[in-house]
């Protein structure tokens, strides 16, 4: 087995039951054409091989690379391009091979220090949505940031990152996986989600505004929302708004919905434009 580099963040993933987990939960068909980010020895990889169309996969590590494409190089379904997922501009790298083009899935056990990054990658941000979004992505990451993925108003791990991803995708939590199911064992236990690109019903109309708020909002976490949106918002105005769209007015940052948050930041915006 290739010795696990550091600065890669690589852990290969030994336990059957996570890989199980993950293939049911990517719900695969014949058709699908997937994306893996950090494929390492390929453990996941040949499992997906056998159940997709095709499959592309982006390793940032040179040896990591040879081995994989001495390894499952043959295979015509199979594309492994070498590079660092985050700055790799995948439409042009992909010209030469229309096979894998669009992409319609994500499965990935990926490196644990770039997640927010690649998420982001992913699904786009709030302003900028990703265009042609992927049916389904399904990620093996820490735990503690899978909580803040799924988490659901009024719980206490909602927070920023659960509005701004969850404005763009619906996630879910698969199962969580312990440490002891990777070699070598990461710092921290881990858990399989699944996000699936959606449209808000009610979009924000100022991207960037709604961004800010929420970030204010949340600064101080356990204060309530009036307190730390002070800057932004004149008191009343804000407590004049609660009541308007029926938020209880001693509510605090996590007990508002993503969908009450948009509402929010519209309102105070369609007011201060009068
Ligand atoms: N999927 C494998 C390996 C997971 S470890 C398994 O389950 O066993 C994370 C993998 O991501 C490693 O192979 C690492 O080399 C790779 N990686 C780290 N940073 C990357 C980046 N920026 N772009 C692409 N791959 C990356």
Same mark, same amino acid.
């Given at each position: 087995?290739?010795?696990?580099?550091k600065?890669?963040?690589?852990?290969?993933?030994?336990?059957?039951?996570?890989?199980?987990?993950?293939i049911k939960?990517?719900?695969?068909?014949?058709g699908d054409r997937?994306?893996?980010i950090?494929?390492?020895t390929g453990?996941?990889?040949?499992?997906?091989?056998a159940l997709?169309?095709?499959?592309?996969?982006?390793?940032?590590d040179r040896?990591?690379?040879?081995?994989?494409a001495?390894q499952?190089?043959?295979?015509?379904?199979?594309?492994l391009?070498?590079?660092?997922?985050?700055?790799?501009?995948?439409p042009?790298?992909?010209?030469?091979?229309p096979?894998?083009?669009?992409?319609?899935?994500?499965v990935a056990?990926?490196p644990?220090?770039i997640?927010?990054?690649?998420?982001?990658?992913?699904?786009g941000?709030?302003?900028?949505?990703?265009?042609?979004?992927?049916?389904?992505?399904?990620?093996l990451v820490?735990?503690?940031v #899978? &909580?803040r993925?799924?988490? =659901?108003?009024?719980s206490?791990a909602?927070?920023? +990152?659960? %509005?701004r991803?969850q404005?763009?995708?619906?996630?879910?939590?698969?199962c969580t996986v312990?440490?002891?199911?990777?070699?070598?064992p990461p710092?921290?236990?881990?858990?399989v989600?699944?996000l699936?690109?959606?449209?808000?019903?009610i979009?924000?109309?100022?991207?960037?505004?709604?961004?800010?708020?929420?970030?204010?909002?949340?600064?101080a976490?356990?204060?309530?929302l009036?307190?730390n949106?002070?800057s932004?918002v004149?008191?009343?105005?804000l407590t004049?708004?609660?009541?308007q769209l029926?938020?209880?007015?001693q509510?605090? #940052? &996590?007990?508002l919905?993503? =969908?009450?948050?948009?509402?929010?930041?519209?309102? +105070?915006? %369609?007011k201060?434009?009068e």
């Amino acid at each position: 087995m290739i010795r696990p580099r550091k600065v890669f963040a690589q852990h290969w993933l030994k336990s059957e039951k996570a890989l199980d987990a993950i293939i049911k939960a990517a719900e695969c068909r014949e058709g699908d054409r997937i994306l893996e980010i950090g494929p390492g020895t390929g453990i996941l990889t040949r499992r997906l091989l056998a159940l997709v169309q095709s499959l592309l996969a982006v390793e940032i590590d040179r040896d990591l690379c040879q081995l994989l494409a001495k390894q499952l190089g043959k295979r015509e379904n199979f594309l492994l391009l070498q590079g660092d997922f985050l700055t790799l501009d995948l439409p042009s790298q992909l010209v030469a091979f229309p096979n894998f083009q669009n992409q319609n899935k994500v499965v990935a056990n990926i490196p644990y220090n770039i997640t927010g990054p690649i998420i982001e990658k992913l699904l786009g941000t709030i302003a900028n949505p990703n265009p042609e979004p992927f049916e389904s992505i399904v990620l093996l990451v820490q735990k503690e940031v #899978a &909580e803040r993925l799924y988490a =659901q108003a009024g719980s206490k791990a909602f927070g920023a +990152l659960s %509005v701004r991803v969850q404005y763009l995708a619906e996630c879910e939590l698969i199962c969580t996986v312990p440490a002891a199911a990777f070699h070598p064992p990461p710092k921290v236990d881990s858990a399989v989600v699944r996000l699936r690109p959606r449209t808000i019903e009610i979009p924000a109309v100022d991207p960037r505004r709604f961004e800010n708020l929420v970030k204010l909002g949340f600064a101080a976490k356990r204060k309530m929302l009036r307190n730390n949106l002070q800057s932004a918002v004149e008191r009343d105005r804000l407590t004049q708004l609660l009541e308007q769209l029926k938020i209880n007015p001693q509510a605090r #940052a &996590e007990d508002l919905s993503v =969908q009450q948050w948009v509402t929010l930041a519209n309102e +105070l915006g %369609v007011k201060s434009e009068e």
